[in-house]
């Protein structure tokens, strides 16, 4: 009797996972209370690209780093908050230290992570690992 | 009442929208002694994309963009959409001298007080 068995581990959102930067890894991940900003997650054949919505600053404002698998991206100390005598009529939005942190699979190259800064979104491009070739089927001779 | 929020009027901005726009193009509003500030959080939008108006006391700021998307999203939290923002400004500030800066999806408006009325504050100062 045949038994097929199940390697491939039940399927859930393996992205999803890798990409985990909300509320646990958030607590984790950072040391002081930061606003945490939207993030989008693209994906095509050769890279993801993360889109962090931080309308506002200027590029040297952040910084990023790649510990562990686990990227942060994050505002930079010297950033000062918002002036608390500020006299506000209407305050939808605030423009403070924030910090992000995703788990980032091991397929990406974490040598060709690049980022880019326009229009108040933050895009982050992690490579793939270029696959390695399959071995090409070989004819074995019978002597 | 400094700077009043006017709700654009159903009829010319479809309900969807209107429901996004509130969800979206965030604004906050400052008040200095010389001037009001009101500033717009619209990430994703270029300059040529916001266009702002001003009819007597109403300030309105209109962004608008296509919504095609190319990429395949696997997460998505946000997304920058066609938006319409109107406020009404009190008589106290000069809308001929209204001034506006566009820089990373951050739009500051700067409206200041009217010449007349910080002149007679002075004048009473002394």
Request: glycine letters at 2%.
């Amino acid at each position: 009797m045949l038994i097929r068995r199940e390697t491939a581990p039940l399927f859930r959102n393996l992205i999803e996972e890798m990409f985990k930067g909300y509320n646990t890894d958030f607590e984790l991940y950072s040391s002081n209370r930061s606003r945490m900003p939207s993030a989008n997650i693209a994906e095509d054949n050769e890279k993801f690209i993360i889109e962090l919505a931080i309308p506002g600053f200027k590029k040297d404002d952040f910084e990023l780093k790649l510990e562990n698998e686990v990227l942060t991206i994050k505002s930079k100390e010297e950033i000062k908050s918002e002036e608390k005598d500020e006299n506000y009529r209407l305050k939808e939005f605030s423009m403070c230290q924030f910090s992000r942190s995703f788990t980032v699979p091991d397929t990406i190259d974490s040598e060709k992570i690049t980022a880019t800064y326009n229009d108040g979104i933050l895009y982050v491009e992690l490579i793939k690992k270029e696959e390695v070739e399959k071995k090409s089927v070989r004819e074995i001779q019978i002597s | 009442m400094i700077v009043l929020e006017k709700k654009c009027c159903p009829s010319t901005v479809t309900s969807s929208r209107t429901f996004e726009t509130e969800n979206y193009a965030k604004a906050n509003i400052i008040k200095k002694d010389d001037f009001v500030s009101i500033v717009i959080s619209a990430p994703g939008f270029k300059k040529e994309q916001m266009v702002l108006k001003v009819d007597h006391s109403t300030l309105s700021i209109v962004g608008t963009i296509d919504e095609a998307e190319n990429k395949k999203y696997i997460r998505k939290e946000f997304k920058p959409i066609s938006f319409e923002r109107n406020f009404e400004v009190s008589k106290h500030y000069d809308m001929e001298a209204i001034s506006a800066k566009f820089e990373q999806g951050i739009i500051e408006i700067t409206i200041p007080v009217k010449m007349e009325i910080k002149n007679s504050k002075q004048i009473n100062i002394q």
